[in-house]
């Protein structure tokens, strides 16, 4: 599902009023017809269309972040999908204010790499990777990742973000990520290591251990791919439950 499939954006169109317009052949900006709507409702569509248009010729993803209601952010991923970073990160415990980022994995149009503590790990860095995408994407980045970053490398990111922890929830997929992958049948090429473990790998690397750091951003590595897999399968569901069950 694409951006240009939508009116929700629009004041005074809900669910009900969209897919009235689906189910009557509007299925796409282009083909909006002002007849299937009241004269007020009409001219807000056309009038969103417009801007709305300008704005996605423009790439601004910013502008339909803010747009759309709350939850549905997922339908901005096929217009930004090459620009969309996945990004998680691996500390050394759960508070800001006592521990420490060691390593962020940024997964982008097929490349993967990750930022390591002491070494490429910088502001500058992550105000590039994270800043310059059009969309970001974790899981239950939003109540840790996100501010993890911004409290200790003093960021303010305003990327639109979406949470697939959310979406998941949505789904019915509840847990965390390790859970997520398992209902979903996703590979971690028989990785069998968790939270704690990535902890205790940083410090062994601390303490000399270079395959350590090795395995850990392995680790990390199949967190942020396997976001894109996880988004991909949600995109996938929910095109078909929202738009496409309601078309002619």
């Not at 204010?97 to 940024?106: A, G």
């Not at 199949?222 to 991909?232: G, M, P, R, S």
Request: net charge negative.
């Amino acid at each position: 599902m694409r951006i240009e499939n939508s009116f929700i954006p629009v004041r005074g169109v809900g669910e009900k009023t969209e897919r009235k317009l689906w189910r009557n052949g509007v299925t796409h900006w282009d083909e909006f017809d002002p007849s299937y709507v009241g004269d007020a409702t009409g001219d807000r569509i056309e009038s969103f269309i417009a801007t709305a248009s300008e704005h996605l010729d423009d790439g601004n993803s910013a502008f339909f972040a803010s747009a759309f209601p709350s939850g549905e952010g997922w339908r901005l991923y096929e217009n930004f999908r090459s620009s969309t970073c996945f990004f998680d990160i691996e500390t050394t415990g759960l508070s800001h204010h006592s521990s420490v980022v060691t390593t962020v994995s940024l997964h982008r149009d097929g490349e993967t790499k990750t930022l390591v503590r002491g070494d490429d790990l910088t502001a500058d860095a992550l105000r590039r990777e994270l800043g310059e995408s059009d969309l970001i994407v974790s899981f239950n980045g939003k109540r840790f990742d996100q501010p993890f970053l911004e409290h200790e490398f003093d960021l303010s990111l305003d990327t639109p973000h979406v949470d697939l922890m959310y979406i998941c929830k949505r789904l019915g997929l509840t847990g965390g990520l390790s859970a997520v992958e398992s209902d979903l049948d996703i590979s971690r090429g028989g990785m069998d290591i968790g939270g704690e473990d990535a902890v205790r790998l940083w410090h062994q690397y601390e303490a000399g251990d270079e395959d350590a750091l090795d395995v850990l951003v392995r680790y990390n590595q199949y967190d942020t791919q396997n976001l894109e897999t996880i988004l991909d399968y949600a995109c996938e569901t929910l095109h078909d439950d929202v738009f496409a069950r309601h078309l002619p």
